[in-house]
T-cell receptor
Framework: DAKTTQPPSMDCAEGRAANLPCNHS???????VYWYRQIHSQGPQYIIH???NNETNEMASLIITEDRKSSTLILPHATLRDTAVYYC????????????FGTGTRLTIIP | GAVVSQHPSWVICKSGTSVKIECRSL??????MFWYRQFPKQSLMLMAT?????????EQGVEKDKFLINHASLTLSTLTVTSAHPEDSSFYIC??????????????FGAGSRLTVL
């Protein structure tokens, strides 16, 4: 699986959009970008994934650059409950199933 | 959506005893489950891949005789920490592959089990 680079921490004001960047310059053509988050003392939670097109669901939007070397997770209206560690993971949709977690970004939503 | 249940959510035991943690997929079958360990302020580290009806595959550096994994059915995997010591105190999390209609390779995680060894 390709390696990802994320900032260690970010702050965002409550009600604002939180934009979390991720670099994955060595991504392969068959690899997807997945985002998970982990709220303190809980198991990780799946957020969204994408290949090359932008994706949106009820939780977030995922913007992937045209060259696929980076992406941004957007939480449109951050709430205090969005405070968590966010993990960007790149892996093939088929094949090795295990997820390897990096250090992620610790997002703190400020009231 | 898919739900993975872990039990117990927390356990305290004496050094030298064994502790079993259960991981169940509640509304789907999971031929493969994964066990992770997380120390305070660190990321999740994969310990092993649990395969239904066969032996688990352990990551490098994880002692298979200390962390016994059994995956006897399509909905249940267990992790037994044998002869636990204080350094085994950690947050243990299991996950299972959730086949979504889109074919997405998504893992659903349990809520975790916090083990404290005195």
């Amino acid at each position: 699986d390709a390696k990802t680079t994320q900032p260690p921490s970010m702050d965002c004001a409550e009600g604002r959009a939180a934009n979390l960047p991720c670099n994955h310059s060595t991504i392969s053509g068959n690899e997807y970008v997945y985002w998970y988050r982990q709220i303190h003392s809980q198991g990780p939670q799946y957020i969204i994934h994408g290949l090359k097109n932008n994706e949106t669901n009820e939780m977030a939007s995922l913007i992937i650059t045209e060259d696929r070397k980076s992406s941004t997770l957007i939480l449109p209206h951050a709430t205090l409950r969005d405070t968590a560690v966010y993990y960007c993971i790149v892996r093939a949709i088929l094949g090795n199933e295990k997820l390897t977690f990096g250090t992620g970004t610790r997002l703190t939503i400020i009231p | 959506g898919a739900v993975v249940s872990q039990h117990p959510s927390w356990v305290i035991c004496k050094s030298g005893t064994s502790v079993k943690i259960e991981c169940r997929s509640l509304d789907f079958q999971a031929t493969t489950m994964f066990w992770y360990r997380q120390f305070p302020k660190q990321s999740l580290m994969l310990m092993a891949t649990s395969n239904e009806g066969s032996k688990a595959t352990y990551e490098q550096g994880v002692e298979k005789d200390k962390f016994l994994i059994n995956h006897a059915s399509l909905t249940l995997s267990t992790l037994t920490v044998t002869s636990a010591h204080p350094e085994d105190s950690s947050f243990y999390i299991c996950s299972a592959r959730d086949w979504r209609p889109s074919g997405a390779n998504v893992l659903t995680f349990g809520a975790g089990s916090r083990l404290t060894v005195l």
